[in-house]
């Protein structure tokens, strides 16, 4: 069983900036960043397999970056020029599968979630 902790999140102005990190118990493939705004339905933010590839939606591309410490299974997302529409629980998800640009924001996919951390951007 993989464990997964956030931290990081909170509130900040537009055009701000916020980092969130995930520590897992143990090493997996493919992690990833999802988020649930109030009323809709979670989304696949980004995902980074152990060797570095990454995938972005269309929504985050040149904004957010996420990064991955293999020495200390640990993901980050660096979120810059933060919008209202960002508000969310963003959630880190892990699993052994690679991270493909076909599946990587496919929920069900992913065997880990961590509990959600709160974002919430003002404007």
């Known amino acids: 069983q993989v464990q997964l902790v956030e931290s990081g999140g909170g509130s900040v102005q537009s055009g701000g900036s916020l980092r969130l990190s995930c520590s897992a118990s143990q090493y997996t493939t493919c992690k990833a960043w999802f988020r649930q705004a109030p009323g809709k339905e979670r989304e696949g933010v980004a995902a980074i397999n152990s060797a570095g590839k990454t995938n972005y939606a269309d929504s985050v591309k040149d904004r957010f970056t996420i990064s991955l410490d293999n020495t200390k299974n640990t993901v980050y997302l660096q979120m810059n020029s933060l919008k209202p529409e960002d508000t969310a629980m963003y959630y880190c998800?892990?699993?052994?599968?690679?991270?493909?640009?076909?599946?990587?924001?496919?929920?069900?996919?992913?065997?880990?979630w961590g509990q959600g951390i709160l974002v919430t951007v003002s404007s």
């Open positions: 998800a892990a699993r052994y599968l690679y991270c493909s640009a076909s599946s990587w924001s496919s929920r069900p996919s992913f065997n880990y």
